[in-house]
Structures are given as structure tokens and as C-alpha cells.
């Protein structure tokens, strides 16, 4: 069983979420908006985050693992699930968990810039600047969170605790 500590409350999240899909709204207004979750952790923040944007959209995935079960990045990123929509002339947004090394999150915005995208921005509910190994802005931040190995809300653990409606730090019982 592990110990947790709440970092980011359930209301607090979903004020966030809101603000950020007003200000997505407003900056894509009239363009060709594709989002792309990134798979696993990104789905929960996706479903609420594209409920807030006033705008017509499209929406795919892409899946990749740099951690396996570990609560340290491999530096490995491995593409395991692409995304099947035509992105040329399209403006992405790549929604993501968390942004912390920066690797994967990089690897992804080069790789669907390639694709001849309009432009390739970052969505992140959580942004760890201080872990960055590589340059990277996310364009739309939920919140900044300095430490800790969090779960909830669609971050995980080996898979585990995705489910629970607010964000925490684990304490202890890893």
C-alpha cells in the first residue's frame, strides 16, 4: 500500500483545465486544430481538457514508453502506438501527463513536425521544469510541481493509480 499526499486538489484541476481550454479556444480560433494525446497518462486531462475547448477539433493518439515501471526514465523512448490522422497542414497539440526530462516530449514535437504540420505545441497538466535534461516549452502548463513521484488523475505508477480525481506525491511504499 502506498502513502500519498495531495499536491493539486480535484477543484483545482478542473478550474485549471477550464482557463487552459479558453485560452486554447481563443488562440486556434479559425485554424485546422489537431489534438494528440499521448497514451497512457494523457487520456483523463484529454476527455476533460477537449469538453472546454469551444472549437472544431480532431483528436488522436500516440503511445510511447520511456519508463516502464520504474519511477526514473530509461532515456529509451519507444513508439508503440502512431497516430493514424493526416497532419500536413495542421496545427497539433500535443497533450501530455507530465513534462519532466523533456526527452520524450521532444522526440515527439520533432517527429510530428516532420509529418509537415502547420505547427506542433505542448499541452501538459503538469510541467517539472526543474528535471529538464532537454530544452522544451510547454506552451500550455496546468500546474508546476517542483518534486515528488505523483500519480492520479492519469499519472501512474507501473500502471497503477491512475484513477484517483486529484493529484498526489507519493510518500512512501514504492
Not at 532515456?75 to 526530462?101: F, P, S
Request: a negative charge; charged letters at 30%; glycine letters at 8%.
Amino acid at each position: 500500500m502506498i502513502e500519498k499526499e495531495e499536491v493539486v486538489a480535484r477543484n483545482d484541476i478542473a478550474a485549471r483545465v477550464k482557463e487552459l481550454g479558453q485560452a486554447i479556444t481563443r488562440d486556434y480560433a479559425g485554424r485546422r486544430l489537431v489534438l494528440i494525446g499521448i497514451l497512457n497518462g494523457s487520456f483523463i486531462f484529454l476527455a476533460d481538457l477537449v469538453r472546454e475547448i469551444e472549437l472544431p477539433i480532431e483528436i488522436d493518439f500516440i503511445r510511447v514508453s520511456s519508463y516502464g515501471s520504474s519511477t526514473c526514465s530509461s532515456g529509451t523512448i519507444q513508439c508503440t502506438k502512431d497516430t493514424e490522422l493526416e497532419l500536413a497542414g495542421k496545427d497539433i497539440l500535443l497533450v501530455e501527463d507530465i513534462v519532466d526530462t523533456g526527452r520524450t516530449i521532444a522526440c515527439l514535437k520533432d517527429l510530428l513536425s516532420s509529418r509537415k504540420a502547420e505547427s506542433v505545441k505542448i499541452c501538459a497538466l503538469i510541467d517539472k521544469k526543474e528535471r529538464r535534461e532537454v530544452e522544451v516549452v510547454v506552451d500550455y502548463a496546468g500546474f508546476v510541481v517542483a518534486e515528488g513521484f505523483l500519480v492520479g488523475y492519469g499519472l501512474d505508477h507501473a500502471e497503477h493509480h491512475r484513477q484517483y480525481p486529484a493529484i498526489y506525491k507519493i510518500v512512501s511504499g514504492v
